[in-house]
Nanobody
Framework: VQLQASGGGLVQPGGSLRLSCAASGFTSDFYVIGWFRQAPGKEREGVSCISESDSVSVYADSVKGRFTIFRDNAKNMVYLQMNSLKPEDTAVYYC????????????????WGQGTQVTVSS
């Protein structure tokens, strides 16, 4: 089982990025896929998750209205569209897979990708 996150980079405040998560070694439509992030010196934080059937999506309060998660099960891909980025969004973003869509506990997720760096700075 592998999760490959990509799409991070340096962007100015107010800008946009789209993160991609490629799943391999399992059929992603049987799993909840989510994103967590960790900034230097801070605890890991759940950002968003989406259910297997695409019927439920959850967002952290800090990103509601700015980030959108969506999936393409035919391609085993999940995306995180990030708009109106702020400096406080700077972190390493991890793609994760599990069986429960929630953001409270990282241990709900069994599989973790390697992370992609997002830096929001002028």
């Amino acid at each position: 089982v592998q999760l490959q996150a990509s799409g991070g980079g340096l962007v100015q405040p107010g800008g946009s990025l789209r993160l991609s998560c490629a799943a391999s070694g399992f059929t992603s439509d049987f799993y909840v896929i989510g994103w967590f992030r960790q900034a230097p010196g801070k605890e890991r934080e759940g950002v968003s998750c989406i259910s297997e059937s695409d019927s439920v999506s959850v967002y952290a309060d800090s990103v509601k209205g700015r980030f959108t998660i969506f999936r393409d099960n035919a391609k085993n891909m999940v995306y995180l569209q990030m708009n109106s980025l702020k400096p406080e969004d700077t972190a390493v973003y991890y793609c994760v897979a599990g069986t429960m869509c929630g953001l409270r506990y990282s241990y709900w997720y069994d599989y973790w990708g390697q992370g992609t760096q997002v830096t929001v700075s002028s």
